[in-house]
C-alpha cells in the first residue's frame, strides 16, 4: 500500500514535473522572446508624429528662430513631451533644459529692395526671402538704407582695372560671373576690392545645384559683423535683369534693412534620458539628436515655418521616445534624446553641449535627425562628418545594413551641414539621417506640411528602431 501509495505520489511527481518542465520551457520561449525588445515591429503612430510637426510650424512659433519667444515656447514644448513620456532629466542641470549663451541678431522689419525713377518714386518693389536674400550685412551697423546708382559689371577684368572705383555705387554681378562673388556661403567682400557701398549678385535660386540652400534665410550671425563688410545681396534672375535694365536707365536702387543690435540671449537645448539596465554599458550612450531651433520671422506678414527643417526631426525623436518607453522591455544601453538649439546658427546648440557634456561622451554614438519625412522623391542620405578616425563609420555602416534589410532606397555621402559635427569633433561617432530635399521651400514660408510625408517619417523611425533594438538590447 505504502509502495502503492509512494508509486502513486511518484507518478503524481512525474506529472508534475513533467507540467512544471512544460511551464518552464514555456518560460523560457516567453524571455527568449521578450529579450528581443519588439521594437523593430512596434507600432509607430504617423498621425502623432505629423501632430508635433504641425504644433511646431504654427504661428505660435513663429519660425522658432533664437532669440524669439517662439524659440522658447518651442523648447518648452519638447520638455512637456519629455516629460508626458516619462524621460529622465540629466544629473547637472535642473530639469531637461541646459542653458547656454547665444549672440543673436533679428530683423526688425522686412528689408526693402526698390528701383525708383527719376523722381525717386518706387518703380519697382522686390520681395524679401522670394526676390532676393541678405547674404552679408554691414557690420558697424545694423541699420542699413543705400540709395545709389549702379554699377554693371560686363566682364572680370572691369573690377582689375586700377581705375575702377565704385565709391557711391551698388556693384551688379551677373551669373556668368558669379564667381567672382566667392561662395555661397563665404561670399568674396567685393565691396572692398572696388569700394562700391553694396553688391548685388545674381544666383539662380530655384536650382540648387547653384547652392539654393545656401541662399535663402539665414539667422543674421556675429560673424557678419565683420567690419570689411558691406551688404552683399543675392537675387534671383528676373529680379537681376530689371536691376541690370535699370543700370543701362541711370536709375537709382534702394537697399534697407534694420536689425537689434547684436545682444547675447539664454538658449536651451532639451535633454531627456532612457536609462540602461545593465551596468556594463553605463557610459554607452546612443543619443538621438534633433534641432529645433529655425530661421524666424521675415517681418513682412510671414515666417519660416522650417516643417521639413527641423520640425520633422524632433517629431520622430519623440516617436522614437514613446516606443522605447511604452515597450515593457527597458534597453541595457542608456539613451538620451536631445533636442538641439542654436543649429540655424551655426550648430551653436550641440557645440555647447560637446564641450559641456552631461554625462560621458566617451563609448557614445549620435545619430542626428535633421529633415526626415520629405515627400519629395529624393533618396534617404545616410552622411558622416568629414571628420576621419577610428569608428567613425560604424554608425553610418550599421545604419546602412539596416536601411538594405528593411528595403529603404538609401545612398551613403560625408556632409558637414548639421550637429553631428559637433559630435564628431569631438570623437563621437555620428550620422546624419536625412532626406535632402532643398526644392521646395528650404529656408523660406514655403517649407510647410506639403513637403512632409507620414510613411516616410514612419520609415526613418524604422530604421532608428532598429539600430536600437540591434544595439541597446
Ligand atoms: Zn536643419
Redesign the pocket.
Known sequence: MRFTKLTGVFILLLLLGSMLAGCVQEKIEQVSKVSTAGLKEAEIRQDEMLKHIEELISDKYKGRMVGTEGNRLAEDYIVDNFEKLGLKGPSGIKGYKQYYKQGVILLNQKPLLQILDGTGKVSADFDYVDDFVIRRLSSQTTEVDITAPLFLLESADMLSDEDTDLKGRILLIPAKLSWLAGKPDFPTDLSVKCNASAVICEFDLSNNAQGLKYLRVTPFQESWRQPYYNPFIFTESNTFSKLAEAEKKGMKVRFESQATPLSYVDAANVVGIIPGTDPEFEYSYIIIGA?FD?VGDNMDGTYNA?AL??AS?PAAMLEIARVIQENPVAPKRPIAFIGFNG??SGFLGSRHFTGHPLFSLGKAVMINL??VGASADVKLMLARALVSGKGMNAPMDDLSKYAEELGIDYYTSFTG??DHVSFADVGVPSVLIIHPDYSNGYHSPHDDMEDISGDRLEEVVRLVLYYIEEHAY
Request: proline fraction near 0%; charge should be negative; avoid cysteine.
Open positions: 534641432h529655425h522650417g527643417d527641423n526631426g543649429e540655424s535633421d529633415m551641414g548639421s
